[in-house]
Every structure is written in structure tokens, then in C-alpha cells.
């Protein structure tokens, strides 16, 4: 179908003509964060369909991503470089699920409209004075309309109605399914004797703003968690092994034991091996909490998660990829059971009320009017009009249009939500737990004190000459030098920078290639200066905790690192709650302990050791940069290492909570007037389609007011 | 009241004929990509309608 649609694809020679008598589906599919306009959409095509490796190629500015159609199986790294160089991140999408999943319940929106119009234009022909004949005829049009298509569109309701009855629950949708059901059968047969009230309008209408509610809901979710697993995309997802003496690029899960693969300065491990180097420094930060460097030698073993600090280095794996310590805790924090599997949403807890309540009403209201009267059919009729006419419409869009707006919102921000109760919960968080490393702080080298200035401006010409994430991660401490005029610059990758600074021979990088000193080190002409590594706080968290503790949270920091490093941050940061040198199931005991406490906690971590403690917290954050793991134990994942996100997630969430909590007095309003009305038997299917659409309308607009 | 005969059947036509339309732009996959298709508007070489 996207094949067909592809423009580009008549202008991209005999490759896709082949393609389009083959196969016609995209084969890969590459992510582009940065992907924003026409031009790039333009610059992006232009470039992959004019590939002779490419039958075509079509972006999706929406999802910013870009399906191709090639040979299956082609390595898609020439692409990458070529879309990098015109100045496109790009990375390869690893869950290939294309497609839009809600597809279907458009479909049953647009049936739903068009059936809701037309009946309802038959209604109002009936509501202004249509009598006998013509009466019973527009009903007998309305029903052949109506039936099949509540049936149809409806048929979600149904189904969840009937798996939440299968567990003994009530959820919102049993009385949705059972108005519904109850609507076009009682309106049937007033059609099928003559009578004068036939309620498909309202059956349809109910059907109409409900599926919209849906659609609303997942297409935002479906987007929240599109992006949240592009973005685990961005851990690498091949490596270089090396084949003889060449080195190939490989997908990670077909790493086998005893392969050897080549890292560059800065990967990440990608499985548990063995180095073969002969020496490196190690950043185990994302496993243990600790910030400083770690040195270790040739022979020993490295876990997957570490990061290589210098390098470039070989490694031995020593497990498949499948059985990395990386995957093992990524099934460990799947299985590990937190407080959000044990909170009931407010919509759950909502219908537990109403729906006994209403069913109540309107049987007690068919015994009173049995007994009073005598007749049962009068009495049928009036408990069906009450239950119609107290329309759990309101209540079913009271939590999703909240939700899809507040999640709009986050999303706009660069915050994405990922759980569905996740906005609730966080609501109630009354207490912030940060990780240190990672969340608060990241590491970055600097000058050693006592450097002349004139270096320093060696240093960060050299730093801005690089691209390597450690050399300018130099740059911020930098800020007050000159950089010095550099000649003849050269990057060796892996290994560092060198250059001349008016004759002298200059150069930045690992010391085993500048021959002396140990980890990085500057040479200025015959001068060493080794950089220190230090910890810094991330620009934002100074103004993010200020606000935090502005709106009255009580705030922790929970770190896997030593006291001195911990209580050095906590006063640059003035965090009063510092737990140091706590291993990950500590973590989780600790965030156990201050739950017991009544404490609802929100556990903002980025780390493997912090899965745990994500997993079992109220509700939990985790910062773009965090690894997969990470991120999919956490409910909300921010993009980017932006902590001011923080302080906006929980004033949302707030808000909506207070957004949602309105909406169901609003419905609640509403019913108080309707169902007294419809227990004297006044009701009429004119009254129950005003009583529908203004509540909805007043529901939504009130959502909209969410900030 | 025998132009109902006429009308009724007319409206529902034109009703369902929207419909149509409706599943048709469904099944050319026109709400996969509405931040696209806004932009794509901008580009020149974009004449050929989507087969």
C-alpha cells in the first residue's frame, strides 16, 4: 500500500520496478530524530531513492521515520553514513511494527458518524410532529441503520464488557454495552407495536463520542510509545566484530561466544567478555552508581553495560547475546511486581460506583412502578429510558479526553508517558527519589588546577576540534578561555586528536597513543597534563529540585557511590535525604521502607542498578539517556537529559487529576437532574440526546483546560 | 408526504456515499502520516496523486 503511494519510486529506475513486481512492503525502516520539515523530507528521499541500492524510500514526518524498500536482509550502515553526512542522525528501527494499530476503530468511528446523522435527521423529523405512518416508517428506516451498525461499532464495548463480567469486575463498560444493547432493544420493539419513543439516536450517538474518546486515547499512547521505543533504538544495536582481519558490522543478537569485537572509545559493552587489550578504563557507572573511572587489565572481565572510556579496545564475548547480564535484568525488572500493578485507575473506581448505582436505580424504579401501576411494560420502559438517560457517556469520556490532552501536552515537551495510570499516580506522589549518576550528574573531564591559560587554550581548541562525546564533555569547564589557533588538525578515531599550535605538535586522546601518562591525557610539545575525571550536575537539576521542593516534595538522592562523592553533590544541589553506597536491591528496600512509611514515591533513575527500584516506586521517571532497561521499567521517559521536565510532569499530572475529579461531577451534575426526571417517567429520546451531547461537550471542554 | 419516497432515499445515498469515501481514504492509508502530508504540500515534485 506505502509502495504504492511512494512518488519516488517512479523516478528510481530499474531496482524499483523490480520491487513493485516483487515484493511490495518496506523492508527496513530507519528512524531520524531530527527530521522536522518539507525540505528535510525532500533532502531524505531525494538521497536514499537516488541509491541504487534503494527501490524506495518514503518518509513519515509523523512518526519520523523512514521505510525502505530494498533487497531483504541489506545492511542498512551505508545508508546511515550517507544520511549523517547530509546532516540526518539516523538510526535503525529494531521493532518493525509499521503500521497504525487503530485502523479498525476509525473505521467504526466513521460508521458511527454516518449512522448518528442519518438517524438522527430521521429523529428530528419524528421530534418535530411526525405522527402514524410516517412515524413508524422513519423508525423502520432508523432500525435497518442503527442495528447493525451500534452492533458493529459497538463491538469493542462488547467485548471488554464481557471479559470484565468473565473476571466478576465491573468496569465503565458493562453499563456502556448494557445502555446500549438495552437502547436499540427496547427501541425495536416500540417500532415493531408503533409506539412513539425509539431511542436508536441515542444509541448511536453514545457509540459515536465514546469510539472517539478511544481513538483520541490510543493514537496519543500509540504515539507516546512509538517514540519511547525509537528511542531505545538509540542504544547501538550492532557492533564490529572482527572476521579474520577485517572488521564487519554486525547486528548485536548474533554475537556468539568466543566472537571478538572491536570497540571504539566510548561504546558500550554490548555483551559480557573478556578484554583483550592490554589495558582500559571502564565507566561502570550505569551498573553500580559509581562515578569514578575504573582501570582494568588485560584478561579480566568486562559486563555488558560498562562503558569504555578509553580505546579503542577487543573484546572477547563470553556468553551469546541472549544470555548477557544486560538481557538477564532486563527480564529480572520485567518480573519484579511494583505498587502500580495494585492501584485500581479513577475511571475503575468510578464505575464501581456508578454502575451499581444506576442498575439499583433503575430496577428499584422498575419494582415501583410494577407495583404501583400494575403494568410491566410501562415499568420496563421507564427503568430502560433511565438507564439510557443517565448516559455514562460523561463517564466515559470524563479520564481519556484528560488524558489525551495532558499527554498532548507532555508529549509536545518531550515528555512521554508511557503508562496508562501513570498520570494518576503521579498525582499522589508526595516524595522525589533521584539516582545521583546519570540523573543528577555526569561525568566530564577537566584540566588538572595549576594549568598555564595558554593550555587551556590548547585544550579547547582541540576539545571543539573533536566530535567525541569525552572531548567535549571538557567544553563547559572551558567557557572563561581563549581557544588558541590550531593548524593541521587530525581525528584518529578511537584514539584522539592532534594537531600543531604555531609550530609545537599538539595533541588530546588516549594515553597509550600519545605514548605517555595513563587514561586521557593533553601533550602540549613535550608537556603531559592528565584530565581529571570529575562529576558535575546536569545544567538543569539546580532549578529542577528548586522547584520541586517549591511545590513542597520531599526530596532524596539514592546513589550506588561513595559518601564523599554523594555529599559533594547533595550541597552543590542542597538535597537534605542522602542515602550513599546502596546496591540495587538496597535501592528497592529503601524506596520499600519509605512506602511503608505511607510515603507515595516517584523514583527518577537511569541506571541497570536502578530497574529495581523504577519497577517498584508509585511511579518512576527516566531520563532519555538511561538505558533500555531503564526506560522500560519507568512509567514516564524524558527526552534528552532535561530535568525540568520533572517539575512539569507532576504539575500536569496534578492538574489533570483535578480535571478528571471535575468531569465527574460535571456527569454527576447532569444525572442528578436526568434521573429524577426519568424516574417519573418523563423521560424522552429528545431529552436523553441533549442530556449526551452537552455533557460530553462540557466533559471535553473542561478536559481542554488541563495545563 | 410521497416526496419522502424521493428524499429519505436521497439523503441516505449521499450519506453513504460520504461513508465510502471515508473507508476508501482509510484503506489508502491516509492517517498514517497528517504532520506529512502538511508538508509535503510545500514540495514541488510532489505532483503525482497517490496511487
Known sequence: MSMATCPGCVAAGPVAEQAAAGASAPTHELILPTLHCSACIRAVETLLNGRDDVACARVNLSRKRVAITAAPGADPTPWITALTAIGFEAHEARNDTAGTPDDGLILRLGIAGFAMMNVMLLSVAVWSGATDATRDFFHWIAATIALPAALYCAAPFFGSALSALRAARLNMDVPIALAILLACGLSLYETMIGGAHAYFDAALSLTFFLLAGRVLDTRMRSAARSAAADLAALEPSRVMRIEGATRVSCPVEEVRVGDVMWLAAGARVPVDGILLSPGAQLDRSALTGESDAVEVSEGRALTAGEVVLTGPVTVRATVDAQGSTLRRLVQLAALAEGARSRYTSLATRAAGIYAPLVHGLSFAAFLGWSVATGDIYHALTIAIATLIITCPCALGLAVPAVATVATGRLFRMGILVKSETALERLAEVDTVVFDKTGTLSDGALAPPPGVPEAVLGVLKALAEASNHPLSRSVLPALRSSEAQKLDTVEEVRGKGVRATCGGVPVALGDAGWIGQGAGTVLNVGDDIYPLMRVERAVPDADKALQSLRAMGFEIHMLTGDTRENADRLAVTLSVDHVHAGVGPENKQALIDALQERGRKVLMIGDGLNDTLALSGAWASIAPGTALEASQNAADVVLLGQNLSGVPAVLRIARSARRRILENFALAAGYNCIAIPLALMGFATPLMAALAMSTSSITVTLNALRTR | ?51
Open chain 2, 1 to 51: 408526504m410521497n416526496i419522502l419516497i424521493l428524499l429519505v432515499p436521497c439523503s441516505l445515498l449521499l450519506g453513504l456515499g460520504a461513508l465510502v469515501a471515508f473507508v476508501w481514504t482509510l484503506r489508502h492509508d491516509q492517517y498514517s502520516d497528517p504532520a506529512g502530508d502538511a508538508a509535503r504540500i510545500l514540495l514541488d515534485d510532489e505532483d503525482a496523486p497517490p496511487k
